[in-house]
């Protein structure tokens, strides 16, 4: 069965740089969700989006920005990269708001900040 | 707001044994609970799930989770644990009419030979 799938898998910046990172959801998923999980941490909630649309917010930072393009996939936008935001970041998708709640992940992004 | 609590860091256990991983968690609303299982270097993979019905949960792998809301605990279970089961181990909630899932700081279960 089709996954989510995440690209690249591993991004090497510097800091001050910019990154993109992108998720593309399982086929007829309409909702996306973002996650950060630094070393040896449990994964943070960022940013969701549903039918294109923010749908919930976390702890995004400012400098990061996301959207959910027509065909449902979803970009990650990271400006001013500073070092504490070498992590893995997660996407998962699901099929609607509704009794299903289950989130697929992806196999994640590492972000190495140098 | 929902918060998770994984009562054990790390979890050291010997091939065959069983195996508890504690959670509990605290919400203003009911929520829907699930274990997901990350292996090294690898992305997360659920484990189970509960979001209504019968308190006694069956996953993969062998594992099985029970939902007591009076002590709003979630605990994991497995009778008998593989090297293979070697892993971290993070309990989540979802409130309901929410989106995202709140993660338990984790516990990582060593199985030795």
């Known amino acids: 069965a089709a996954g989510v799938i995440q690209s690249p898998r591993h991004l090497i910046k510097e800091k001050r740089e910019t990154a993109t990172l992108k998720c593309y959801p399982i086929?007829?998923?309409?909702?996306v969700y973002w996650y950060q999980q630094g070393p040896g941490q449990d994964p943070q909630f960022l940013i969701s989006?549903?039918?294109?649309?923010?749908?919930d917010k976390g702890s995004i930072p400012d400098r990061f920005s996301a959207q959910q393009f027509s065909d449902y996939h979803s970009e990650l936008n990271m400006s001013s990269l500073e070092l504490g935001d070498s992590a893995l970041y997660f996407c998962?998708?699901?099929?609607?708001?509704?009794?299903?709640?289950?989130?697929?992940f992806g196999p994640g992004t590492r972000l190495t900040v140098t | 707001a929902q918060s998770v609590t994984q009562l054990d860091s790390q979890v050291p256990v010997f091939e065959e044994a069983p195996v508890e991983l504690r959670c509990n968690y605290s919400?203003?609303?009911?929520?829907?609970l699930f274990w997901y299982v990350q292996y090294p270097n690898q992305g997360l993979q659920l484990l189970l799930k509960?979001?209504?019905?019968?308190?006694l949960v069956k996953g993969i792998n062998g594992f099985e989770a029970e939902f007591n809301k009076s002590q709003t605990s979630f605990h994991l279970r497995k009778p008998s644990v593989h090297i293979s089961d070697t892993a971290e181990y993070f309990c989540?909630?979802?409130?309901?009419?929410?989106?995202?899932?709140?993660f338990g700081a984790g516990t990582r279960l060593f199985v030795k030979a």
């Open positions: 998962a998708s699901s099929s609607g708001q509704g009794i299903a709640y289950e989130q697929y």
């Open positions: 086929p007829r998923h309409d909702t």
């Open positions: 989006f549903y039918e294109k649309m923010q749908s």
């Open positions: 919400s203003s609303v009911s929520v829907y």
């Open positions: 509960y979001l209504s019905g019968s308190t």
């Open positions: 989540a909630v979802i409130g309901t009419g929410g989106f995202k899932t709140i």
